[in-house]
């Protein structure tokens, strides 16, 4: 069985502007958390006020606790165990990273956000050895969304109804999640999807509708 392209769109991870590291939210965080501002990663539940008073807009913004879930559970599904997947990550400012299927993340945020901050400083993870867990990829997201000539079907409220979709059909190709709170695709990347894909009717956060996909393909997988 061809292996499924999984690239999570447009997720923020990103280290604190520079703009932003004087502000008394982002400072009392890293203090208490012994950490130079340049250190840590944007995370709205807690530098909101710092990116409010900039007007800053942070629809997509501040969120790194979402690509976080999202590589716990993905990686863990029992679809990554039979090595069928080959994920990836984009993010908001345009990079990509490749996820070694057999990385086991950090369960700890903090420990996440460690990590995350070695790959935007060094390119990959760990910064030397044999072993790669994670690492920038140099390459456009639509040369990754459609190498090889790949179909992209988007995970999206508004799509088609899973069971309606040959699901046999998915596999070689690329499906992609919005890994964001709220908000569409962004209109470069609505123009690269082939088919979109609806798992209910309701607005699910991109960890459950992950999962509720991984599922019903793994059920497909199986002899
Ligand atoms: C939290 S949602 C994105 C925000 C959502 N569109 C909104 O405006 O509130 C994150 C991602 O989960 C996936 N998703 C959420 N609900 C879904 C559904 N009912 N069917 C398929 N995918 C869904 C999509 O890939 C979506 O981009």
């Known amino acids: 069985m061809r292996k499924i392209r999984l690239v999570i769109v447009e997720t923020s991870i990103e280290k604190v502007p520079k703009e932003l590291h004087k502000h008394p939210a982002i400072e009392k965080d890293a203090k208490r958390r012994k950490r130079s501002p340049n250190k840590i990663l944007l995370y709205l539940p807690v530098h909101y006020t710092a990116l409010a008073s900039k007007g800053i807009p942070f629809e997509k913004r501040g969120r790194p606790d979402i690509l976080h879930r999202l590589l716990l559970t993905i990686l863990d599904h029992p679809l990554n165990k039979m090595n069928l997947l080959e994920l990836y990550f984009h993010t908001i400012n345009d990079e990509i990273f490749w996820v070694n299927p057999e990385t086991r993340p950090p369960i700890h945020f903090y420990g996440f956000e460690g990590l995350m901050i070695q790959l935007l400083e060094k390119g990959r993870v760990p910064p030397a050895g044999e072993t790669i867990l994670m690492e920038k990829i140099d390459k456009t997201i639509e040369e990754v969304l459609k190498e090889d000539d790949r179909k992209v079907y988007a ?6 109804d899973l069971s309606k979709i040959e ?10 999640i919005g890994g964001f709170q709220k908000g569409d695709y962004r209109e470069d990347i609505k123009a690269l999807i082939d088919y979109r894909i609806s798992l209910t009717q309701h607005t699910l956060k991109a960890t459950t509708a992950a999962c509720m996909a991984l599922t019903i393909l793994y059920q497909h997988a199986l002899p």
Not at 155 to 160: C, D, F, I, P, V
């Open 155 to 160: 995970l999206e409220k508004r799509g088609k």
């Open 167 to 176: 699901i046999k059909n998915i596999y070689g190709n690329t499906v992609i």
